[in-house]
């Protein structure tokens, strides 16, 4: 008796597009992390560190709640759940006064991953000015940002150690 049954699909990940590099430039500070201030609440909050990797810590936080928010990126419990969120995790490049920087979103499997290109205004701010998707060598889903991302001095930041980054 013969069966109709297919198999499950199995989704792949997109792989990042850029490599991890180390980063020993002095054009962004990263003894802290980064975020998008609109409206008096921070979204886009990143993390850069000299291995190359970026790290997508949190969205939506208000300005009245930064205390609590950095009390609770030092927590074990928070570091171990973010450590497990593929997500979270992506890699960046400096060349000269540019930026960019690639990582998994949030999505219906598989994930995707985007890339951010801007230009660097001074070791505490940069703009990002383009997103878009690697697919296959080619640029898609191309859209036009106008983000601005301003440094916040802040330590112990979490660590870089994660599964996801090569």
Sequence with gaps: MASNC??????????LSIQRMSYTGNQLRIDGYYYELVD??????YCFYDNGVIHHLWDGIKTS???????TI???EFIEKIKKI?????????EGNQIKFERWYPSDPPLKSYMR??????DTTFVISESYRMHKGKKSEIKARKETYHFKQFSPKPDSTNTFVP
């Design 6 to 15: 297919s198999k499950d699909k199995i989704w792949k990940d997109d792989e």
């Design 40 to 45: 008096g609440v921070l979204y886009g909050i």
């Design 65 to 71: 709640e930064i205390n609590q928010f950095e009390q």
């Design 74 to 76: 030092t927590t074990i």
């Design 86 to 94: 593929k997500y979270s995790w992506g890699v960046f490049q400096i």
């Design 117 to 122: 290109t801007g230009e660097i205004i001074n």
